[in-house]
């Protein structure tokens, strides 16, 4: 069955940097697009960014552009997002899931809490 | 970037009533229109893809309908179990989501 699990949140004070990482299994990990989505406290869903399957075709929400990097392994089933510059505003739980189909939300990790406070 | 908004805020019925949820595109998002369900302290789950598509498992008192700039997420027979929070979400310009409805059982 479909697994994707998250790692590497935690507290971290503004300014400074967190790399999350996701691991995949039960199933073709490459032909999917990956994506990282957000949820602060008590608000809604925030896609951050995305990745194509082969081709690593990248896209960001504006309010990470420049400060996030997505990135992925496909020999290991991986996904990446290394998070500079934190600011107070990505405080949130952080979602590693699978695109069904580009856009598509069909599988959802359990998420990650990243705290950004001093 | 396409805003989507959805309506009512909150709904608040009673067992066995129909739920009509709305969302509204700023712009034409064809039908690239996903709904998806979240209870307290879970992730989302996909409900409904492409405007009316049931998700694999989703039972068939769920349907989604719409196109353009209008959609609904149609909820049949309210059980206790689908009190949470609905999310739309558009994939035909980048990826945006809409505020949430929350539907309470009373």
């Known amino acids: 069955q479909v697994q994707l699990v998250e790692s590497g949140g935690g507290l971290v004070r503004p300014g400074r940097s967190l790399r999350l990482s996701c691991a995949a299994s039960?199933?073709?990990?490459?032909?999917?697009?990956m994506s990282w989505i957000r949820q602060a406290p008590g608000k809604g869903l925030e896609w951050v960014s995305c990745i194509s399957g082969r081709t690593s075709k990248i896209y960001y929400a504006e309010s990470v552009k420049g400060r996030f990097t997505i990135s992925r392994d496909n020999a290991k089933n991986s996904l990446f997002l290394e998070m500079n510059s934190l600011r107070a505003e990505d405080t949130a739980m952080y979602y590693c899931v699978r695109e069904y189909d580009a856009g598509t939300v069909d599988y959802w990790g359990q998420g990650t809490l990243v705290t950004v406070s001093s | 970037e396409i805003v989507l908004t959805q309506s009512p805020a909150t709904l608040s019925l009673s067992p066995g009533e129909r739920a009509t949820l709305s969302c509204r595109a700023s712009?034409?998002?064809?039908?690239?229109l996903a709904w998806y369900q979240q209870k307290p302290g879970q992730a989302p789950r996909l409900l409904i893809y492409d405007a009316s598509n049931r998700a694999t498992g989703i039972p068939a008192r769920f349907s989604g309908s719409g196109s353009g700039t209008d959609f609904t997420l149609t909820i049949s027979s309210l059980e206790p179990e689908d009190s949470a929070v609905y999310y739309c979400q558009q994939r035909s310009n980048w990826r945006t989501f809409g505020q949430g409805t929350k539907v309470e059982i009373k």
């Open positions: 039960g199933f073709t990990f490459s032909d999917h697009y």
């Open positions: 712009q034409s998002v064809s039908r690239f």
